[in-house]
């Protein structure tokens, strides 16, 4: 098992940790790590691994292995020779990609609450992301939708996380905004996402701490793609305002 740090602290930017099996194929597992793995709409976290012999080596991607038991951080070209288990390494991640993967994942949030329809897919890119929307409405006006979503943005919620049990979700399936991508069940227990009193759903990734974090957005596009179908583009319009 891996132990996934970024889920109780995502503003973690480097930690030590231990190589848990073998190098194959230009991965590394650990026991613990900062770096997120792709999932749920949202891309690997990327960054450097430096080893006690003092290589630095270039994470490129980082994702789940199939039965979620380990988190795989994929080597970049040049950096394949083996590492021994049991060997203590430290982790630095790509902080600034990985923040404004925050404030678009945090965003794309508030996105559902400015538009209260079923969520049909979406992805997170780095300072851009969409979500797709079951809405039968070719109405929606690009600056109104904006304008609704940077007023909550500028609330400056706190966001916060909670665990509940699966039999809770279970009986609460209205907490599922997404109908593409299902939280993770079957450990027993799920994290929600909660942002004030605005928003609240299951989600694994990672996000900012309150929503003034973020920075004003621009609504980039809205476009058709079917005939329920609409997708909201959203992008970072400035750098957020700390004080």
């Not at 319009?237 to 004080?243: A, E, N, Y």
Request: hydrophobic content about 35%; aromatic content about 4%.
């Amino acid at each position: 098992m891996t132990e996934p740090l970024f889920r109780e602290d995502a503003y973690l930017r480097s930690s030590l940790s231990t190589v848990t099996a073998p190098m194959d194929d230009g991965v590394l597992v650990l026991d613990r790590t900062i770096f997120y793995p792709r999932g749920g709409g949202q891309p690997g976290d990327t960054g450097v691994i430096e080893t006690a012999d003092g290589r630095r080596l270039t994470i490129v991607d980082t994702v789940y292995a199939p039965d979620r038991s380990a988190i795989l951080h994929r080597i970049g070209e040049g950096g394949a020779a083996p590492v021994p288990v049991g060997s203590r390494v430290e982790l630095h991640l790509d902080w600034a990609k990985r923040f404004n993967r925050m404030r678009i994942h945090t965003a794309l949030h508030l996105l559902t609450a400015v538009l209260p329809f079923p969520v049909t897919g979406g992805a997170i890119g780095d300072g851009e992301g969409r979500l797709d929307f079951d809405m039968p409405s070719d109405g929606l006006d690009t600056n109104e939708v904006e304008e609704r979503l940077n007023a909550l943005i500028a609330k400056n919620a706190a966001v916060t996380t909670t665990w509940i049990t699966d039999a809770e979700l279970a009986a609460d399936p209205g907490l599922v905004k997404t109908l593409s991508v299902k939280p993770p069940v079957g450990t027993g227990r799920v994290r929600l996402v909660r942002i004030g009193d605005i928003d609240l759903q299951p989600c694994g990734g990672t996000h900012v701490r309150t929503t003034g974090e973020i920075g004003r957005v621009a609504v980039t596009g809205i476009e058709r793609k079917g005939k329920q179908n609409r997708r909201v583009r959203i992008g970072l319009d400035s750098s957020p305002d700390l004080g």
